[in-house]
């Protein structure tokens, strides 16, 4: 035999899981549940000793699982000669003379941060709070996420130090943020995809044992999906057409750091990226998932971390848009545009302004949809008039077109990446009157001016989204709390003349209102790939018989929540939300006006109500008294046969010049030989009429035969039993066009003018039939709602 055959021999199962054993695993991963880490080593769960067993000698057997080896032999049938299992592995002892939290027995760590040894052991390690075990899964859409967490015992033990955020694969550098009695909070830049994030808690009052390898530490897995099929929020920074392009700062701060447009672009970018954390924590602790608004990126140098800024690394990041404005700046410094200035006559100018350049720089297309939020740089603080000049607070939009405007007054306190984020909202330097603005005597710090000036734009960037004011979060003033949601130990507040919270927790943080959640949720920019395309997001509303419920409300897409007001209400106190089931609302919602009442405090049930319907897909109907609509009476219409019928929600202003009613009640609903067999359309560039042919060739009109000579005719296929269902329409101040809707799911062509108005669907709600037509008409028809019947 050769002799080199000598030197091998079979080995056995036990020799190789032994081997494994002893050598470092070939992975480590950690995920959290339920706050504690919990590490896997090739899928199998390593198990953590509790405190009362640290100090035991005794070995325990390792726990099997589902996904363990096992002998071939042993998966049979029981046979009376079972094998013996191979001998376990000895569990090395843990030497009860060391500290709590030594780290002996260690093996060395690898450079690459996704595949290292950790302590397990370590009742130090990173516990992440904020982000369940499985989102890795369920993914995020947003590049900066935010999370919270704690280090080891909160009550008996807190502790102060520092997290390190080591990044997927270190492509983008580390990161330090500080813990606070045991709590931190920490921003984490994701990579698209599978994103492995490692925690290190380190502590001056904490040995690290000497070692290489990270003494407290614990990984988070998190999956980012950019989205691309959602319009993105876009930011831009407008400047004079003469603009220098610096922005007010103190002498100390264009020494340290200057105050040019690259590091305003650098500032607005973060501060833009502190709203998008911000707004998607809120989401998911509102229960509304991972949802939040995107940006337009570029591929460009990255600023989000200091060391991109010396090395020019390359990253994809929110683009920020330089618009050169006609104004020069001295227009836009213009007294009467100053939004604070007394005596000032325009102080709206600026979000004009605004609007015509954002709408010349991004264009206007039919079905675009284009969301901006603008910072004027050439605001200027004028200590002579106690005056921000170049600055208004302003915001608006709907589903369509969105706009935001503020000034820069407060920039020089904004953070530029990542590292300077909790220094900026720690930083207590005076604010200096003599060059830059205290906004509202609200800014007598650099971290509360930094809260003013994000907090304040991302409130008129709620605006943008559609969200009026609140009774309470960002869209009343909360936001001058903004600091505490990225950080644990607030400082000294000269604006309440008070020591900060010392142990910021979430219940300590500002928020946005649960309305103004539910505006995002089904605002378009704010779209997930699970969410169902939105075609109609009407709502209507039909008086029916009080032993149905008095009221239905009803949507295509689906009717979401409403909100309650009385008079003298100037914010939403009262709203009733409807549950989202598989991803569905209900189409069709009963409003009893006794609940709604009892919703109200008892000095205000018997006020006037007016009511603000959402539907899931964005759309609104504002009911200006709710008790006309209950009145059956004035709602009535009785039949040629007796039955009653009711007439539903007008569409159209009726405020034409010789506008006129009309009313028709269609034939076939209360004569059974009377067949409807087609309608014929009037149209032109609006709806003229609808003619109803029945199969004795009489008619009915509704409107009058204009447009369109001879009109447009949509026969039903009367043998295979197809009746009229509802219309769609299309319609502003009069009825734009309409569209044909049968019950075997036929829908004709659009009549008039497809594109004008808003779109609204009208189809009876389940149990009611159509019973004829009520409006009006001038010139062509300017009203138009369904009598509806039993």
């Given at each position: 035999m050769p002799s080199f055959l000598a030197s091998l021999r079979r080995r056995s199962k036990g020799d190789v899981r032994a081997k494994q054993f002893e050598g470092e695993p070939k992975a480590a991963t950690s995920a959290t549940a339920n706050g504690h880490a919990v590490n896997t080593i090739n899928n199998a769960i390593g198990r953590r000793k509790s405190s009362s067993t640290l100090a035991s000698s005794a070995t325990t057997p390792a726990t099997s699982s589902a996904s363990d080896d096992v002998h071939p032999a042993s998966k049979g049938p029981k046979t009376g000669n079972t094998p013996l299992p191979p001998a376990l592995p000895v569990r090395p002892t843990i030497n009860t003379n060391t500290k709590r939290y030594s780290m002996n027995g260690l093996n060395s760590a690898s450079s690459n941060g996704s595949q290292m040894s950790i302590n397990r052991s370590s009742l130090l390690a990173p516990r992440v709070t904020s982000v369940s075990d499985?989102?890795?899964?369920?993914?995020?859409?947003?590049?900066?996420?935010?999370?919270?967490?704690?280090?080891?015992?909160?009550?008996?033990?807190?502790?102060?130090?520092?997290?390190?955020?080591?990044?997927?694969?270190?492509?983008?550098?580390?990161?330090?943020?500080?813990?606070?009695?045991?709590?931190?909070?920490?921003?984490?830049?994701?990579?698209?995809?599978?994103?492995?994030?490692?925690?290190?808690?380190?502590?001056?009052?904490?040995?690290?044992?000497?070692?290489?390898?990270?003494?407290?530490?614990?990984?988070?897995?998190?999956?980012?999906?950019?989205?691309?099929?959602?319009?993105?929020?876009?930011?831009?920074i407008i400047l004079g057409s003469d603009s220098d392009g610096t922005y007010d700062a103190t002498p100390d701060r264009k020494n340290r750091e200057g105050n040019g447009l690259d590091l305003a672009i650098k500032k607005f970018r973060m501060s833009a990226y502190l709203w998008q954390a911000f707004t998607g924590e809120q989401m998911y602790r509102q229960g509304f998932g991972r949802r939040c608004f995107r940006f337009e990126d570029s591929w460009?140098?990255?600023?989000?971390?200091?060391?991109?800024?010396?090395?020019?690394?390359?990253?994809?990041?929110?683009?920020?848009?330089?618009?050169?404005?006609?104004?020069?700046?001295?227009?836009?410094?213009?007294?009467?545009?100053?939004?604070?200035?007394?005596?000032?006559?325009?102080?709206?100018?600026?979000?004009?302004?605004?609007?015509?350049?954002?709408?010349?720089?991004?264009?206007?297309?039919?079905?675009?949809?284009?969301?901006?939020?603008?910072?004027?740089?050439?605001?200027?603080?004028?200590?002579?008039?106690?005056?921000?000049r170049g600055h208004a607070a302003l915001g608006g939009g709907d589903n369509n077109f969105g706009l935001a405007i503020f000034g820069s007054h407060a920039l020089q306190s904004y953070p530029a990446c990542l590292q300077e984020v909790p220094p900026a909202f720690g930083d207590c330097t005076r604010t200096d009157t003599a060059f830059v603005a205290n906004d509202l005597n609200e800014c007598g710090s650099s971290w509360e001016a930094a809260n003013i000036g994000i907090g304040a734009h991302m409130h008129e960037t709620g605006h943008l989204f559609g969200c009026p004011h609140q009774e309470s979060g960002v869209m009343l003033r909360d936001y001058v709390t903004l600091n505490r949601t990225f950080v644990a130990r607030e400082p000294y507040s000269t604006r309440t003349k008070s020591p900060g919270q010392r142990l910021v927790l979430p219940q300590h943080e500002c928020a946005w209102h649960r309305l103004d959640t539910l505006r995002f949720r089904f605002h378009p920019c704010f779209r997930i790939p699970l969410d169902a395309n939105v075609v109609d997001n009407s709502v209507q509303v039909w008086t029916v018989d009080s032993g149905q419920g008095g009221v239905i409300a009803t949507s295509k897409s689906g009717v979401a929540w409403v909100e309650l007001y009385t008079p003298d209400d100037d914010v939403c106190h009262h709203w009733k939300e409807w549950p989202e089931i598989d991803m569905q609302y209900p189409r069709q919602v009963t409003l009893v006006d006794a609940e709604l009442r009892g919703m109200l405090p008892k000095d205000k049930r018997n006020s006037r109500l007016k009511l603000e319907i959402f539907s899931a897909g964005g759309g609104k109907l504002?009911?200006?008294?709710?008790?006309?609509?209950?009145?059956?009476?004035?709602?009535?219409?009785?039949?040629?046969?007796?039955?009653?019928?009711?007439?539903?929600?007008?569409?159209?202003?009726?405020?034409?010049?010789g506008s006129q009613p009309q009313e028709v009640i269609l034939d076939s609903a209360y004569i059974q030989t009377k067949l409807?067999?087609?309608?014929?359309?009037?149209?032109?560039?609006?709806?003229?009429?609808?003619?109803?042919?029945?199969?004795?060739?009489?008619?009915?009109?509704?409107?009058?035969?204009?447009?369109?000579?001879?009109?447009?005719?949509?026969?039903?296929?009367?043998?295979?039993?197809?009746?009229?269902?509802?219309?769609?329409?299309?319609?502003?101040?009069?009825?734009?066009?309409?569209?044909?809707?049968?019950?075997?799911?036929?829908?004709s062509e659009w009549f008039g003018n497809p594109t004008g108005g808003s779109g609204h669907t009208l189809i009876p709600p389940r149990g009611y039939t159509i019973g004829g037509i009520s409006g009006s008409c001038a010139q062509w028809v300017d009203g138009f709602s369904l009598i509806i019947t039993r």
């Open positions: 499985n989102s890795w899964a369920k993914q995020v859409h947003q590049q900066v996420l935010l999370i919270n967490g704690q280090i080891g015992d909160t009550i008996a033990r807190p502790l102060d130090g520092q997290i390190v955020v080591n990044h997927h694969q270190g492509r983008f550098p580390a990161t330090v943020w500080p813990v606070c009695d045991s709590h931190f909070k920490a921003l984490i830049h994701l990579e698209p995809g599978h994103n492995q994030i490692r925690l290190d808690f380190t502590s001056p009052k904490v040995s690290n044992g000497g070692s290489s390898v990270p003494s407290h530490a614990s990984f988070l897995h998190v999956n980012y999906l950019p989205l691309n099929d959602c319009p993105p929020l876009q930011l831009a460009e140098p990255g600023t989000l971390n200091v060391q991109d800024w010396n090395s020019g690394e390359y990253r994809s990041q929110a683009k920020i848009h330089l618009i050169r404005s006609k104004r020069t700046v001295a227009e836009i410094r213009d007294l009467e545009f100053a939004q604070q200035y007394g005596p000032a006559k325009k102080k709206n100018e600026l979000y004009d302004i605004a609007m015509d350049e954002v709408k010349t720089y991004f264009g206007s297309r039919q079905g675009q949809k284009t969301f901006v939020s603008c910072l004027f740089l050439d605001t200027q603080w004028d200590p002579k008039v106690k005056t921000i504002v009911v200006e008294d709710f008790a006309k609509l209950t009145d059956q009476k004035s709602a009535r219409v009785k039949l040629p046969d007796g039955r009653l019928g009711y007439r539903g929600g007008k569409l159209g202003y009726s405020q034409m010049e409807l067999v087609s309608i014929k359309v009037y149209h032109g560039f609006a709806l003229d009429g609808v003619e109803f042919i029945y199969e004795d060739s009489t008619t009915q009109l509704f409107g009058k035969r204009g447009g369109k000579p001879g009109g447009s005719d949509f026969f039903l296929d009367t043998r295979k039993g197809e009746m009229l269902m509802g219309f769609a329409l299309r319609a502003g101040l009069w009825i734009d066009g309409l569209q044909i809707l049968t019950t075997q799911g036929r829908k």
